[in-house]
């Protein structure tokens, strides 16, 4: 069960990190000429419990002399959202550590 957890925990700090760095790209790229920003999407791996997987969707792109697709307010507080999450996933893997430690002093 803590095996699982650590796992779960690990899967959820790499979906997070990968759709803040996905965000802070959007950010980066505000003030260019017709960049279109990618939209984050989590889905839980199977079987349920297992871990979170990421993937990206791009969105239709606009004319090479339009201004940027980024909304600097949803970007914002999509930055929030997957912090909170990171902080959420390391939590989980605080506690499996925890938990681990306690059976491995248990067994010994």
Known sequence: MAIAALSSGITGLNAS????????????NIGTQGFQPTQATFQENAPAGSGVSISFQAQQLQ???APSGTDLATETTNSLVYKAQFDLSAKVIQAADQNLGTLINTKA
């Not at 990190?17 to 980066?28: D, F, K, M, Q, T």
Request: negative net charge.
């Open 63 to 65: 004319a090479a002399d």
């Open 17 to 28: 990190e990968r759709a803040l760095g996905n965000s802070a790209h959007a950010i980066a």
